[in-house]
């Protein structure tokens, strides 16, 4: 009867194991597009840091030379 039941759900849904591998597949495709998403985004907002600090510098040599020449 479970070989019988097994044979049935095979042939309703195609085979578990096969099932499994293919979600497996997918997750861990998905994680590695995820992973390189989060990558991109940390070099983003690494690089959005580097330029504040460069326009806080800026900033600061402007304000200088505006109280020079008042």
């Known amino acids: 009867a479970a070989e019988a039941?097994?044979?049935k759900v095979?042939?309703?849904f195609g085979?578990?194991?096969q099932a499994?591998?293919?979600l497996k597949?997918?997750?861990s495709d998905k994680m590695g597009d995820y992973r390189q998403k989060l990558e991109e985004a940390q070099d983003l907002?690494?690089?959005a840091h580097n330029k504040t600090?460069?326009?806080e510098g800026?900033?600061?040599?402007?304000q200088l030379n505006l109280d020079r020449l008042q």
């Open 20 to 22: 499994t591998e293919d």
């Open 45 to 47: 907002l690494r690089d």
């Open 53 to 55: 600090k460069q326009a």
């Open 10 to 12: 095979k042939r309703l």
């Open 25 to 27: 597949k997918e997750v």
């Open 15 to 17: 085979d578990p194991h």
């Open 58 to 62: 800026l900033a600061g040599n402007n």
């Open 5 to 7: 039941l097994l044979a």
